[in-house]
């Protein structure tokens, strides 16, 4: 089981981008690579951006809108995602806005006799 990922950053670097930016998971499996889903709106349509390293630069955003964000570690067998981490973009842009999301609480998920069981630890 990979480990969350940890210590989402959102940087909004223009009115319609955002760099997603966390902290590599210690423990659990192997990480063998990263996914970024992030989704907007009533309709909550999540979308997906492949991420070899420990940031993601997504453009083509919606302006003057808020989107939520989490980061899922994949292994081999199994995933961890983060905790969800919201930014809403601004238009105009004035190039502070900063948003900082903390894994508390943060689950871990653990797979037991065939039974997966999700584990919250309050840090």
């Known amino acids: ?18 760099i997603v930016e966390w902290s590599q998971p210690s423990g659990g499996a192997t990480v063998t690579g990263y996914v970024v889903h992030y989704s907007h709106g009533v309709d909550n349509i999540n979308q997906r ?4 390293s420990t940031s993601s630069n997504i453009t083509h ?3 003057n809108t808020s989107y939520q964000f989490s980061v899922e570690a994949t292994s ?3 995933s961890g995602e983060s905790n969800n981490c919201t930014i809403t973009l601004f238009d105009p842009f004035d190039g502070i806005n900063v948003v900082e999301c903390d894994p508390v ?3 871990q998920t653990v797979l037991l ?3 997966r069981v999700k584990i919250w630890v309050c840090m």
Do not use: W
């Open 49 to 52: 951006v492949a991420a070899s």
């Open 105 to 107: 609480p943060q689950s």
């Open 1 to 18: 089981v990979a480990s969350d990922p940890f210590n989402i950053t959102l940087t909004q670097t223009s009115a319609t981008s955002v």
């Open 61 to 63: 955003l919606d302006r």
């Open 76 to 78: 081999e067998h199994v």
């Open 113 to 115: 006799s065939k039974v």
